[in-house]
């Protein structure tokens, strides 16, 4: 451990933001090199800015990249808060203990979870180019750089693939130490609003009279 507290910062709001930017982006930058491994490339700016202002007379794609980037940090952000502050404190620490490989897996987890609620709900729901996504999403057949549409299948795949990358980010920079778990905040806490905090005793038992 680097010594502190939750991995970048001992100030948690701050480790959040922190973490929230650069995984956001990280995986927003990645996201357009999956043509590497034969996959579709994924353009979360382009379509939540098609989903904002796409059908607005006169709207240049600049605009429209620029309104997409916008609201895609703002939900990036919001979702590292969400689970820095929500989720990360309610998951058993038997499962994902407060080390580099239980926060790792822990923001991991998140990221599929996000994933499934995208490919089920998001991309569906939201449907920017009118496609139509189905099940899954997998009636949504993005392009490749060549305008060539991918099998659906792969649509689904590179929401996973996508997501994972911003919750391995997000664990590898939001990394709270094991005095940042929620049971050991709990033992220093100052007791019946005295002040003092929890402590052993320091001896035996007290006398009589």
Do not use: K
Not at 15 to 29: C, D, P, S
Not at 89 to 107: C, E
Not at 138 to 148: A, H, T, V
């Amino acid at each position: 451990m680097n010594g502190l507290r939750y991995g970048i910062s001992n100030n948690q709001l701050t480790a959040g933001l922190v973490a929230g930017f650069i995984a956001t982006h990280v995986a927003t930058i990645t996201g357009f090199w999956y043509e590497i491994i034969h996959l579709p490339a994924v353009d979360w700016n382009r379509f939540n800015g098609t989903y904002l202002v796409g059908g607005a007379e006169g709207t240049s794609d600049f605009e429209v990249f620029i309104m997409g980037w916008l609201f895609h940090l703002f939900t990036g952000l919001a979702l590292s808060l969400a689970f820095v502050f929500l989720i990360r404190p309610l998951l058993p620490a038997t499962w994902f203990p407060y080390t580099l490989w239980g926060n790792l897996g822990a923001a991991a987890a998140w990221g599929v979870l996000l994933a499934l609620i995208s490919m089920f709900i998001i991309t569906p729901y939201l449907d920017p180019y009118n496609a139509h996504p189905g099940f899954m999403s997998l009636d949504l057949r993005l392009p490749d750089n060549e305008g060539n549409l991918r099998p659906g299948w792969q649509t689904p795949l590179v929401i996973l693939i996508w997501h994972v990358v911003y919750g391995i980010q997000l664990g590898s920079f939001y990394s709270p130490s094991p005095e940042a778990a929620p049971q050991a905040v709990a033992e220093r806490a100052p007791v019946g609003g005295t002040g003092q905090m929890m402590q052993q005793p320091a001896g035996g038992g007290g006398g009589g009279s």
